[in-house]
Nanobody
Framework: QVQLVETGGGLVQAGGALRLSCAAS????????MGWFRQAPGKEREFVAT????????YYADSVKGRFTISRDNAKNTEYLQMNSLKPEDTAVYYC??????????????????WGQGTQVTVSS
């Protein structure tokens, strides 16, 4: 059974930083893109960042570009999201995701087959 487990969420003041981790188990994702999405109250889930299977290519939503960094460690089957210069509008539940098709990169929600349970990030002003 495939599981993705996020950790690292919490409450932080504006301008602060958090690092999210997503540990995968049940299968190896070294040939699959992994990503992060978020969902704020009353809004649809939106793309945040994605990283290809080697870690050599990354893509970001315009709203987080220059502040967030996605990375992965295939030996640990884990991905990360370093979030700096956080803003109140970054407040959301953050979900990690893994693609179900190898050797492609996608920024759309429907492309990802596996999802974590989500971790809350709250940024106070």
């Amino acid at each position: 059974q495939v599981q993705l487990v996020e950790t690292g969420g919490g409450l932080v003041q504006a301008g602060g930083a958090l690092r999210l981790s997503c540990a995968a188990s049940g299968r190896t994702f070294s040939n699959y893109a992994m990503g992060w999405f978020r969902q704020a109250p009353g809004k649809e889930r939106e793309f945040v960042a994605t990283i290809n299977w080697t870690g050599g290519h990354t893509y970001y939503a315009d709203s987080v570009k220059g502040r967030f960094t996605i990375s992965r460690d295939n030996a640990k089957n884990t991905e990360y999201l370093q979030m700096n210069s956080l803003k109140p509008e970054d407040t959301a539940v953050y979900y990690c995701a893994a693609d179900g098709v190898p050797y492609r990169v996608a920024t759309i929600f429907s492309a990802y087959e596996y999802w974590g349970q989500g971790t809350q990030v709250t940024v106070s002003s």
